[in-house]
């Protein structure tokens, strides 16, 4: 067993921590998502091409090295599609879609040029040609360049270009500043792709603990964050953070943090067969783990906490999306209960 | 012992009951039920207002020689909990529950023959002016001066958190008028026209996308000495009798009870975890209703409360809370959109995504983390209750 990274994944976080250092800061940091030209960016750098399949292409990147990149972008709350678009679109697209499918919608992920989104629920109808219904709420939905779109009982995935004759979306504003749509099918025409239920689920296993360990990051901030302001605030003529009610509320918030990053760890590191199981369990606890530390990061920074003004107050709004992603702590609970 | 309501309450929880089946109109039950903020919206709050005051019931929690209707403890309970129940919007608090009450007891003749019709017949409405970017939960610490200038004061310095600034015309406020003597002793109770030259407010947004909080600069403000309330020195007195009202002038139980049973039938039937956590949740709010009920009683027997009244704010913090992070959760997705327009119940916001109850969720619970952090935070409480309630 060894838990020290690579000298590579080393250089990977730096990499990432750098390019967004240039780019974010505690004015602007998960305000919504970042500029497309900052994801057309990341996509040059390589990272997106990284951590896709070598037969597409990419690099093979693992999910140890998917939640390098993704506790980064949580660090600095960079608020991307990299979960929906890269781990669970692309990566599908990438293991099950045809040469015609990689090239038509992957490459141009790995460049940085589109955005794909993860239409998983809603009442939709597919005859083998073309889709028919509504979705539900979809991540990114207004951004992306096509759709990957669940059947019902998860029968395998078509895919749908997002400028398809008889394809409408309306926007719907999320907490963290994102734009999701509700996307409408009437007879589009759909690119069937050959994914089982499990190839579907896995996908989704990629992409949940991405968003875990972009959790992690923001909680990370959030904590620091934290630890600074009890330092610096003071009230009746001390530092608050010199109250043993605060130091015992912040000393809880690193035994959170440290459990929480635990599990990701290890969702991240268990053997491909596990992943499913484990990631579901990551989510659980780290879902819960990451409003609770949100909300006492909130109550430790007083009337500051609830402002727009802080970035305490964006990691929040993140952590609440984040945390209720993929049907949130509530449904990976009643799925490891069955 | 006994709980049940005599024949002349059960008449009059009748009588109130009889009056909102009236009197509430539908679009301001639709307006309390799609408001996003931890305040009631002005424009609702202030039509409530008038429909309360033409009754004659506005007032209801003033004594009888302040203009009140004269209801014992347990009526004013009756009232708030059949306002609960019917799904009133409250009332803009700052004036009717805080000022009001502080006008009646230590203001002089002159001022309320001023102020007290002004704010029942919403020509005046008050913003708090207490806290400050240095003081907070140490409020003794303000430094916002006034000094005596002839038959003025001249007021130089900065509020912040200052609820719904913006719409205000009047802004209560504690000044510090004498910086020689213990900080508690300084303080004075002003009352200031918001329309004064050196008056400027600043928004402060909230993480909700909502616009309750501001800034208040108050930069050589001219505020006559008739308008202190109070001796020079007294104001530390008046804000405590103030924050007292704020944590406790009113029941939170029927409020919460009543939001919850909203909430199980908008977003219901609960299934799984869900089922556990209202059901604690509902269990707390009954708890909460009880003791709040059990000051109350005592009080209309003539004992004075016990230190058990501290205990209701801080848990109707954790209460409501608690039922909205479950409404995030029972809205699934639907229950994580946010849109940027205001108010809820207003023109200019889209279609929600389910209802619009699902799309006010979000908003709700990053607004109601406020909860245990305005009047007093919850870690302040529990120090007060124990070193007052516990003995420490
Ligand atoms: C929505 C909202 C509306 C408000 N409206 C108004 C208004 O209209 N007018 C007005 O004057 N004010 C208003 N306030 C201000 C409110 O009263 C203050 O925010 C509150 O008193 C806390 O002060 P603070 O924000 O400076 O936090 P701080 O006092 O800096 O507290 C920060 C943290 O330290 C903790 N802490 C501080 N001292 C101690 C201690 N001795 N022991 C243990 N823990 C401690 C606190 O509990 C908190 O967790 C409002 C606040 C909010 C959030």
């Known amino acids: ?338 | 012992m006994d709980l049940a309501l005599s024949p002349a309450q059960a008449a009059f929880r009748d009588e109130v009951r009889a009056f909102l089946r009236d009197a509430l109109p539908e679009h301001l039950r639709h307006g309390a039920r799609l408001t996003s903020g931890v305040f009631v919206e002005p424009d609702i709050g202030r039509e409530w207002q008038a429909i309360l005051e033409a009754r004659g019931w506005l007032v209801y929690h003033w004594p009888r020689d302040a203009g009140g209707p004269g209801w014992t403890p347990i009526q004013r309970w009756i009232f708030e909990k059949e306002c609960a129940e019917a799904g009133t919007p409250a009332l803009p608090g700052m004036g009717l529950k805080l000022v009001g009450p502080v006008l009646y007891r230590f203001g002089t003749e002159t001022q309320k023959a001023e102020y007290l019709p002004k704010l029942r017949n919403g020509e005046h409405f008050w913003a708090q002016g207490f806290s400050e970017p240095g003081a907070g939960s140490d409020l003794a610490s303000l430094r916002t001066r006034a000094v005596r200038d002839g038959d003025h004061y001249v007021v130089t310095g900065q509020k912040i958190w200052t609820t719904q600034a913006q719409f205000a015309n009047r802004l209560f406020c504690l000044v510090r008028t004498d910086p020689e003597v213990k900080p508690q002793r300084g303080i004075s109770f002003l009352l200031i026209d918001m329309a004064s030259p050196g008056v400027t407010v600043r928004p402060i947004l909230s993480a909700s996308g909502d616009h309750e909080l501001n800034e208040v600069f108050l930069d050589e403000v001219r505020v006559p000495v008739a308008n202190r309330v109070g001796d020079e020195g007294q104001g530390w007195t008046i804000a405590k009798f103030l924050l007292d009202n704020e944590r406790g002038g009113s029941s939170f139980g029927p409020q919460l009870i009543a939001d919850l049973a909203r909430l199980r039938a908008l977003a219901g039937p609960f299934e799984g975890e869900l089922v556990t956590r209202a059901t604690r949740l509902a269990l707390e709010a009954e708890a909460l209703e009880m003791t709040e009920l059990r000051t109350l009683i005592e009080l209309e027997a003539g004992t004075p409360p016990g230190p058990r009244t501290l205990v209701t704010k801080l848990i109707a913090s954790e209460i409501r809370q608690g039922i909205d992070e479950l409404a995030v959760d029972a809205f699934g997705l639907a229950g994580l959109q946010l849109p940027a327009e205001r108010p809820f119940y207003g023109a200019d916001v889209p279609a929600p995504v389910g209802s619009r109850d699902a799309q006010i969720a979000a908003g709700r619970y990053l607004n109601s983390r406020a909860w245990s952090i305005f009047g007093g935070t919850s870690e302040i409480q529990l120090t007060v209750i124990a070193k007052n309630a516990v003995g420490l």
């Open chain 1, 1 to 338: 067993m060894d838990l020290t990274p690579s000298d590579e994944q080393v250089m990977l976080g730096d990499m990432v921590r750098r390019f967004l250092a240039d780019r974010q800061n505690t004015a602007n940091m998960g305000r919504g998502p970042i500029p497309r030209d900052d994801w057309r960016a990341l996509g040059e750098l390589g990272l997106f091409s990284f951590l896709l399949p070598e037969t597409a292409g990419g690099m093979g990147g693992r999910p140890q090295d998917a939640v390098i990149i993704a506790e980064e972008l949580g660090r600095s709350m960079a608020i991307t599609p990299l979960a929906e678009t890269v781990l669970l679109c692309a990566g599908l697209i990438a293991r099950r879609g045809s040469a015609g499918q990689i090239a038509r919608w992957v490459q141009p992920v790995m460049q940085g040029e589109y955005i794909l989104a993860y239409a998983g629920g809603g009442a939709i109808r597919y005859d083998g040609a073309c889709l028919d219904g509504q979705t539900h709420i979809v991540q990114h939905g207004m951004d992306a360049s096509a759709f990957v779109v669940a059947l019902p009982e998860r029968q395998g995935a078509v895919l749908v270009s997002a400028a398809a004759d008889g394809l409408t979306r309306t926007p719907v504003r999320l907490a963290d500043g994102t734009v999701a749509a509700e996307v409408r099918f009437d007879a589009v025409a759909a690119d069937p792709l050959e994914a089982t239920a499990n190839d579907l689920d896995t996908a989704i296993a990629h992409a949940e603990l991405a968003t875990i360990a972009e959790m992690i990051g923001t909680m990370t901030t959030l904590y620091e964050q934290t630890v600074d302001y009890i330092q610096q605030r003071r009230q009746f003529g001390v530092a608050i953070g010199s109250f043993q009610v605060i130091q015992h509320r912040a000393a809880r918030l690193f035994v959170m943090l440290e459990q929480s990053r635990s599990m990701m760890l290890k969702a991240a590191l268990v053997e491909e067969d596990e992943r499913i199981r484990m990631v579901t369990a990551a989510k659980a606890y780290v879902a819960d783990a990451a409003l609770r530390l949100a909300q006492d990061a909130t109550q430790l920074h007083g009337g500051m906490g609830v402002t727009d003004e802080l970035p305490v107050g964006r990691g929040h709004r993140r952590l609440l999306v984040l945390s209720h992603l993929f049907g949130g702590a509530l449904a990976a609970r009643a799925r490891l209960a069955s």
